[in-house]
């Protein structure tokens, strides 16, 4: 079954770092373009960040600079290390494989993780 | 970036009825290279991510009822519930991917009255 299972999230201070982890069964997370994406609670859809399969990444200007996608071949996992954060970050974040990127639409996602920024 | 716009932001349909959830593009969404809109719906249930209902604006995706339909070109965009069910409760986005960043719609929630 191919399935993305994220892992990772919690509650954090403001100005605290966290970092997600995606991990992929069934398909090869080095092969396809891997992305993250938040939910804000009770809100809508918001793309983070891509991972292109020849390791090309691009962030959301909301996150630039803060954010950092990455992947371990090895383990076939995703990564988002999140840094800076701030009371708006709070979502619960998706990964997401891309189709017909780059700039695509996603076909499969996991069933996020929650991050919580408050004190 | 292009802004998607959806309308109504919720909608109360009854069951067996039609339901009509619209989605308007900031600029043009079709590619004059392959002729094709590019153009996303999804499906989301409380507490599940989202699912891909159609791409390319109006290509249902495998295992989706035939009873939902995508339709329009251009800025202009229709997804479409022939005859609503109870399993069709859900919030439902649209996104385009003609340009950089991806960007999606605030949303419809779907109701049964």
């Known amino acids: 079954e191919v399935q993305l299972v994220e892992t990772g999230g919690g509650l954090i201070q403001p100005g605290g770092s966290l970092r997600l982890s995606c991990a992929a069964s069934?398909?090869?997370?080095?092969?396809?373009?891997m992305n993250w994406v938040r939910q804000a609670p009770g809100k809508g859809l918001e793309w983070v960040s891509v991972?292109?399969?020849?390791?090309?990444?691009h962030y959301a200007d909301s996150v630039k600079g803060r954010f950092t996608i990455s992947r371990d071949n090895s383990k076939n996992t995703l990564y988002l290390q999140m840094s800076s954060l701030r009371a708006e970050d709070t979502a619960v974040y998706y990964c997401?494989?891309?189709?017909?990127?780059?700039?695509?639409?996603?076909?499969?996602w996991g069933r996020g993780t929650l991050v919580t920024v408050s004190s | 970036d292009i802004v998607m716009t959806q309308s109504p932001d919720s909608l109360a349909v009854s069951l067996g009825e039609r339901a009509t959830i619209n989605c308007k593009s900031s600029q043009s969404v079709l590619y004059s290279r392959n002729n094709k809109n590019h153009l996303v719906w999804y499906q989301q249930k409380p507490g599940q991510p989202p699912k891909l209902l159609i791409s390319?604006?109006?290509t249902r995706e495998s295992g989706v009822p035939d009873r939902f339909s995508g339709s329009g070109s251009g800025t202009d965009f229709t997804l479409t519930i022939s005859s609503l069910q109870a399993e069709d409760v859900a919030i439902y986005y649209c996104q385009q991917f003609y340009s950089f960043p991806i960007t999606f719609g605030q949303g419809t929630r779907l109701e049964i009255k």
């Open positions: 390319w604006a109006s």
């Open positions: 997401a494989r891309e189709l017909d990127g780059p700039v695509g639409y996603f076909d499969l």
């Open positions: 069934g398909l090869t997370v080095s092969n396809n373009y």
């Open positions: 991972i292109y399969s020849g390791a090309g990444t």
